[in-house]
């Protein structure tokens, strides 16, 4: 017991001298010209320090809702757990509104490296980089009550709770089902990286590997055989694979884990895969063949395996956001930030695919770490300005 208290007075005094800290940090910041900036930078600490991810992020979620409430406006929850908040445009004179999204969970929170600090220019913190994109809708909010928004259509915004990638969720079907709430245009929000646009979405599939070699499938008289071997064995042979004749499908190893032995051969191991490609039809014909491999494979090890779909993105329609990325584009240049174009997934690919223009722009510059995130506090005000813009162009001009 001497021990824990001990720990347990530690970790509290250590606490407190980051919280005297980071509340003398941001008395200096009062006096900085960019007061919505440094109260986005504010919430995205305190997000980043709340745990997930959990089943319905219920500690965030209390957060988002408080500071909207203290705005003035009216949020709304669905059964599983996500936050809608429509902001109102008096001069509105079309029902659809723009929609901006964001994931409230982050996968990589730690209970003391997500305890962030900063410096004179930068932000630390793990997981810091996705609580970003959900302070930056806060920070709309509140730019559109305080009538700092020039936009002539309604905004809804969605505080998603789940993965936005979760095979599971339902929630963009039902915002293009719904006549009132169906976007006229559509705009994820993530933390980094600024400048950064997918002009070609990809659709992706996540699948995650799960091996057992000390299974009900192994004799009492047989020594369990290495997970580590068969979950290596497994990402080589799904590494050579050809998926088809033009290579529009590619399949990358994203995790290797595995269970050590203490002595014995270590008997559990992970492998997380991700299947991308330009080619929906391939793209299904690649999930099935990975799958069954995987099966394959773990059968041939004498290992229990377990094959499931952890994630997926649909091929989006290009035709359907290209008059969007253009426009996102123009303004990346009038703001005087570099613009990079890639071709990679995007989960706004969701609404894309079924004709609405979405697309997803980053709001801030740094680098995402195993252990911490670093982020550009002076690209936060650039990125707050250029979100802004965006929605107000769509507003004006259309996409």
Same mark, same amino acid.
């Given at each position: 017991?001497?021990?824990?208290?001990?720990?347990?007075?530690?970790?509290?005094?250590?606490?407190?001298?980051?919280? =005297?800290?980071?509340?003398? /940090?941001?008395?200096?910041?009062? &006096?900085?010209?960019? !007061?919505?900036?440094?109260?986005?930078?504010?919430?995205?600490?305190?997000?980043?320090?709340? !745990?997930?991810?959990?089943?319905?992020?219920? @500690?965030?979620?209390?957060?988002?809702?408080?500071?909207?409430?203290?705005?003035?406006?009216?949020?709304?929850?669905?059964?599983?757990?996500?936050?809608?908040?429509?902001?109102?445009?008096?001069?509105?004179?079309? $029902?659809?509104?723009?929609?901006?999204?964001?994931?409230?969970? #982050?996968?990589?929170?730690?209970?003391?490296?997500?305890?962030?600090?900063?410096?004179?220019?930068?932000?630390?913190?793990?997981?810091?980089?996705?609580?970003?994109?959900?302070?930056?809708?806060? #920070?709309?909010?509140?730019?559109? %009550?305080?009538?700092? %928004?020039?936009?002539?259509?309604?905004?809804?915004?969605?505080?998603? +709770?789940?993965?936005?990638?979760?095979?599971?969720?339902?929630?963009?079907?039902?915002?293009?089902?719904?006549? *009132?709430?169906?976007?006229?245009?559509?705009?994820? +929000?993530?933390?980094?990286?600024?400048?950064?646009?997918?002009?070609? #979405?990809?659709?992706?599939?996540?699948?995650?590997?799960?091996?057992?070699?000390?299974?009900?499938?192994?004799?009492?008289?047989?020594?369990?055989?290495?997970?580590?071997?068969?979950? %290596?064995?497994?990402?080589?042979?799904?590494?050579?694979?050809?998926?088809?004749?033009?290579?529009? $499908?590619?399949?990358?190893?994203?995790?290797?884990?595995?269970?050590?032995?203490?002595?014995?051969? !270590?008997?559990?191991?992970?492998?997380?895969?991700?299947?991308?490609?330009?080619?929906?039809?391939?793209?299904?014909?690649?999930?099935?063949?990975?799958?069954?491999?995987?099966?394959?494979? =773990?059968?041939?090890?004498?290992?229990?395996?377990?094959?499931?779909?952890?994630?997926? %993105?649909?091929? =989006?329609?290009?035709?359907?956001?290209?008059?969007?990325?253009?426009?996102?584009? @123009?303004? /990346?240049?009038?703001?005087?930030?570099?613009?990079?174009?890639?071709?990679?997934?995007?989960?706004?690919?969701?609404?894309?695919?079924?004709?609405?223009?979405?697309?997803?722009?980053?709001?801030?510059?740094?680098?995402? =770490?195993?252990? *911490?995130?670093?982020?550009?506090?002076?690209?936060?005000?650039?990125?707050? &300005?250029?979100?802004?813009?965006?929605?107000?162009?769509?507003?004006?001009?259309?996409?």
């Amino acid at each position: 017991m001497g021990i824990l208290a001990t720990l347990r007075g530690s970790l509290v005094k250590a606490f407190r001298t980051l919280a =005297g800290r980071t509340r003398s /940090i941001f008395r200096s910041l009062r &006096k900085s010209p960019f !007061p919505l900036s440094d109260r986005l930078l504010a919430d995205a600490l305190r997000i980043a320090e709340i !745990p997930s991810p959990t089943a319905r992020e219920e @500690q965030r979620a209390a957060f988002i809702l408080e500071r909207l409430n203290l705005l003035g406006l009216t949020p709304k929850v669905d059964e599983d757990g996500n936050i809608y908040v429509r902001v109102s445009c008096p001069e509105s004179t079309d $029902t659809s509104p723009i929609l901006l999204f964001t994931e409230l969970s #982050s996968p990589r929170w730690h209970p003391l490296e997500s305890l962030s600090r900063l410096d004179a220019h930068q932000a630390y913190g793990a997981g810091l980089a996705d609580a970003i994109g959900t302070a930056s809708l806060l #920070s709309v909010a509140e730019s559109m %009550v305080t009538g700092l %928004v020039a936009c002539g259509r309604d905004l809804l915004l969605l505080f998603n +709770v789940q993965a936005l990638d979760n095979p599971e969720s339902k929630v963009f079907n039902r915002l293009s089902d719904e006549p *009132q709430d169906r976007p006229y245009a559509a705009l994820g +929000v993530r933390g980094l990286s600024l400048g950064t646009i997918s002009t070609r #979405s990809l659709g992706t599939y996540r699948i995650e590997v799960r091996v057992r070699t000390d299974g009900d499938s192994i004799e009492a008289t047989e020594r369990p055989g290495s997970a580590v071997e068969a979950i %290596v064995a497994l990402a080589r042979t799904l590494s050579g694979v050809t998926w088809d004749a033009e290579n529009k $499908t590619t399949c990358r190893i994203r995790r290797i884990e595995a269970g050590t032995g203490f002595g014995r051969n !270590p008997t559990e191991g992970i492998l997380d895969i991700e299947l991308e490609s330009s080619d929906g039809g391939v793209l299904e014909l690649a999930m099935k063949a990975a799958m069954a491999t995987a099966e394959s494979k =773990g059968k041939e090890a004498k290992a229990q395996t377990k094959v499931t779909i952890a994630g997926f %993105v649909p091929v =989006g329609d290009p035709k359907a956001g290209a008059g969007l990325i253009k426009l996102a584009s @123009q303004a /990346i240049k009038d703001h005087k930030i570099r613009l990079l174009e890639e071709n990679a997934s995007d989960p706004a690919s969701f609404l894309s695919s079924q004709g609405i223009p979405a697309m997803t722009i980053a709001v801030s510059s740094g680098r995402e =770490g195993l252990n *911490q995130d670093e982020i550009e506090i002076a690209s936060i005000e650039r990125g707050r &300005k250029l979100l802004i813009t965006i929605v107000e162009r769509i507003s004006a001009e259309g996409v």
